[in-house]
């Protein structure tokens, strides 16, 4: 079997496999066989096509899809149309290219992507599912922003979820900061992550109170990995941007209540570490923090006889050891799957900070480190903030 890499080839480059030539069989002036790609079946079965005649093995990469694992096998058609399906899979959205010959290639017949950091996946969406469906109801807005950071430099790029009716009025909102995974951007709460038909639909049912949700950028590079602990001896730009940079913008541009009980921060994966190193570094600043699939890395040793990392809690024994920062806290939550990679550091992250004497509320799952949690957690997690006293 041809060995799978995964490297990245732009749009058009995909396009032009399916404008590739007809194969032999078809007759000079003879249309290739339309294809239709993805088709998502009444019983939630998805099926995957893709047009490339000339090649010689082809798979399916999916990145929560049940049942896609490593990858799938496609099989080749009449008019070199390979065809694979997988599923039924649960209601939600959900990210996927083609390997075509250790080439990974957007799908060419689906419009829908997902930014990543370094990368562009195909998305397809399984409808059914209370929490993320798009419904009729009223609907916010999700914009591209893009700001100057002075901190780093450059330019930088967030997307902020305004609510129904912001355009329209002058009242002012409590806000989110919404952070983003490991090789994510901040694009992907708003595609694959549907963070913003999730409030719509809390929204309009009364279970959530209007917000902004600032959805930051979380890398700084190609691949810079930030959060990790350690941080207060060495430069930590995505903490200097969004302290600096990022969060004093939607202060100024945006209608917020910029106040401690009116301001929350949350993250999954890298996004719940830097979530944590931002609010224990200015714990004064936010009432509500969210950590999704994540905790302290480090915190639970290792592989082998690795100790426990005890350097982040030292590094912010002020702040976890601060009756007044704690008073002030009005919501510490934490959800992680019992089938996730991170459910030891989620747990132990847990049983730091209650012993330090913080009300974590604690949320364990079914499932692992997908979407399909991640979602659900900020569904749960929206309709605790902002409460009133």
Same mark, same amino acid.
């Given at each position: *079997?041809?060995?799978?890499? #995964? ?5 058009? !480059? !995909?396009?032009?496999?399916?404008? /590739?030539?007809?194969?032999? $069989?078809?007759?000079?002036? $003879? ?19 893709? $047009? &490339? ?16 694992? #490593? ?32 080439? &990974? +290639? ?19 969406? +399984? ?7 798009? @419904? ?74 209007? *917000? ?23 430069? =930590?730009? %995505?903490?200097? =941007? ?21 301001? /929350?921060? /949350? ?6 570490? $830097?979530?944590?190193?931002? &609010? ?16 302290? %890395? ?28 704690? @008073? ?5 939550? +934490? ?11 989620? =747990? ?17 799952? /079914? ?23």
């Amino acid at each position: *079997m041809r060995k799978v890499t #995964r490297c990245v080839v732009l749009a058009g !480059a !995909a396009l032009m496999i399916a404008a /590739a030539p007809a194969p032999a $069989q078809n007759r000079p002036g $003879q249309r290739p066989p339309a294809v239709i790609s993805p088709v998502v079946s009444a019983e939630k079965k998805i099926t995957f096509r893709v $047009q &490339a005649p000339k090649a010689e093995e082809v798979r399916l990469v999916g990145s929560d899809i049940p049942g896609t694992g #490593r990858g799938v096998d496609m099989k080749k058609g009449d008019g070199g149309v390979w065809e694979a399906s997988v599923g039924p899979a649960p209601p939600g959205s959900y990210r996927y290219h083609f390997n075509i010959d250790g080439v &990974a +290639v957007i799908d060419p017949r689906n419009p829908s992507t997902s930014e990543s950091n370094n990368n562009t996946w195909s998305l397809v969406h +399984v409808p059914g599912s209370d929490v993320s469906d798009t @419904k009729d109801v009223p609907h916010g807005a999700v914009a591209a922003v893009t700001y100057s950071s002075r901190s780093l430099k450059r330019f930088r790029r967030m997307h902020v979820y305004t609510p129904p009716g912001y355009e329209k009025g002058g009242r002012k909102y409590p806000v989110l900061y919404l952070l983003h995974g490991a090789g994510d951007s901040d694009a992907s709460w708003g595609t694959v992550g549907r963070a913003g038909f999730i409030l719509d639909n809390l929204i309009a049912q009364g279970k959530a109170r209007p *917000m902004i949700v600032a959805m930051p950028a979380g890398h700084t590079g190609p691949f810079r990995f930030g959060g990790a602990p350690g941080a207060a001896t060495r430069r =930590d730009e %995505f903490a200097e =941007d969004f302290v600096n940079d990022l969060r004093p913008y939607v202060e100024k541009n945006y209608r917020v209540l910029a106040d401690r009980d009116h301001r /929350a921060i /949350a993250g999954l994966s890298m996004g719940g570490m $830097q979530t944590l190193n931002i &609010a224990f570094g200015h714990l004064g600043d936010y009432g509500y923090l969210g950590v999704f699939s994540s905790g302290v %890395f480090g915190i639970a040793g290792g592989r082998g006889n690795a100790p426990t990392n005890r350097q982040w809690e030292e590094q912010h024994k002020g702040a976890l050891d601060d009756p007044g920062l704690k @008073k002030g806290l009005r919501l510490l939550w +934490v959800g992680c799957g019992k089938e996730d990679f991170l459910v030891q550091t989620s =747990d132990a992250t847990v049983a730091m900070l209650k012993r330090h004497q913080f009300g974590v509320v604690s949320r364990e799952s /079914a499932g692992g480190h997908t979407w399909i949690n991640w979602r659900n957690y900020l569904h749960e997690f929206a309709p605790l903030l902002f409460v009133e006293k």
